[in-house]
């Protein structure tokens, strides 16, 4: 009867620990910090006007972003990409907050910046450490906007243009497809738990 019982004890704590298990991140989906680039534009206010300047300099930085990544593999090639065109960047920039009838100063960056978690239409990022072009309209006071540069994901968030699918964009610039579905299937218990541990594994390296 002892041995009945110590043999469902261990049976109940294999399975427990193949349960904690599987909730972590494995497959190396601490490479999705590794793999982005992120757009992060902050206008100059909150007031209707400025957010709407801030949705015209974004569309300007996506047109000359874009094309400037289309044909990068990794991350490192579209950070190359992109310092390339930083002067074009800041030039569209600039130009459009002119044009609007504003004299904000427009300050351009790339370089590491902390995210909180973000969701958007059809995926969510953990909150971590990003490569990230920052894109600052005269204070940076108001409301923010966020998105995927590299891939390019921008493009379809600021235009409904998809294009190719998220999926194929993610993988075809290295995730996995178990590393795609920790970003996209946020809503199951399961993943949810993993996107967490994920986030307090980076705050940690970090």
């Given at each position: 009867m002892a041995s009945t019982k110590k043999l469902l004890i261990c049976t109940f704590v294999i399975l427990a620990l193949a349960l904690i298990v599987g909730m972590f991140p494995v497959h190396g989906e601490g490479e999705i910090y590794d793999t982005v680039v992120r757009l992060h534009v902050l206008a100059n206010s909150d007031t209707d006007e400025d957010q709407a300047l801030k949705l015209k300099v974004r569309d300007e930085v996506i047109k000359v972003?874009?094309?400037?990544?289309?044909?990068c593999k990794t991350q490192s090639e579209a950070a190359d990409a992109i310092e390339t065109v930083m002067p074009e960047i800041e030039a569209a920039a600039a130009r459009i907050v002119k044009e609007s009838g504003y004299d904000y100063a427009v300050a351009v960056?790339?370089?590491e910046e902390y995210y909180p978690t973000k969701s958007y239409e059809t995926c969510a990022f953990p909150e971590g450490e990003y490569l990230s072009l920052r894109v600052l309209i005269g204070e940076g006071e108001g409301q923010n906007w966020w998105c995927c540069l590299f891939p390019p994901l921008?493009?379809?968030?600021?235009?409904?243009?998809?294009?190719?699918?998220n999926e194929d964009a993610f993988i075809s610039v290295g995730l996995s497809a178990d590393q795609y579905k920790l970003i996209t299937e946020t809503s199951s218990p399961k993943y949810r738990i993993r996107f967490k541990i994920l986030e307090t594994l980076s705050s940690w390296f970090n």
């Amino acid at each position: 009867m002892a041995s009945t019982k110590k043999l469902l004890i261990c049976t109940f704590v294999i399975l427990a620990l193949a349960l904690i298990v599987g909730m972590f991140p494995v497959h190396g989906e601490g490479e999705i910090y590794d793999t982005v680039v992120r757009l992060h534009v902050l206008a100059n206010s909150d007031t209707d006007e400025d957010q709407a300047l801030k949705l015209k300099v974004r569309d300007e930085v996506i047109k000359v972003v874009t094309p400037a990544v289309e044909n990068c593999k990794t991350q490192s090639e579209a950070a190359d990409a992109i310092e390339t065109v930083m002067p074009e960047i800041e030039a569209a920039a600039a130009r459009i907050v002119k044009e609007s009838g504003y004299d904000y100063a427009v300050a351009v960056k790339l370089g590491e910046e902390y995210y909180p978690t973000k969701s958007y239409e059809t995926c969510a990022f953990p909150e971590g450490e990003y490569l990230s072009l920052r894109v600052l309209i005269g204070e940076g006071e108001g409301q923010n906007w966020w998105c995927c540069l590299f891939p390019p994901l921008c493009l379809s968030a600021a235009t409904d243009d998809g294009g190719k699918s998220n999926e194929d964009a993610f993988i075809s610039v290295g995730l996995s497809a178990d590393q795609y579905k920790l970003i996209t299937e946020t809503s199951s218990p399961k993943y949810r738990i993993r996107f967490k541990i994920l986030e307090t594994l980076s705050s940690w390296f970090n």
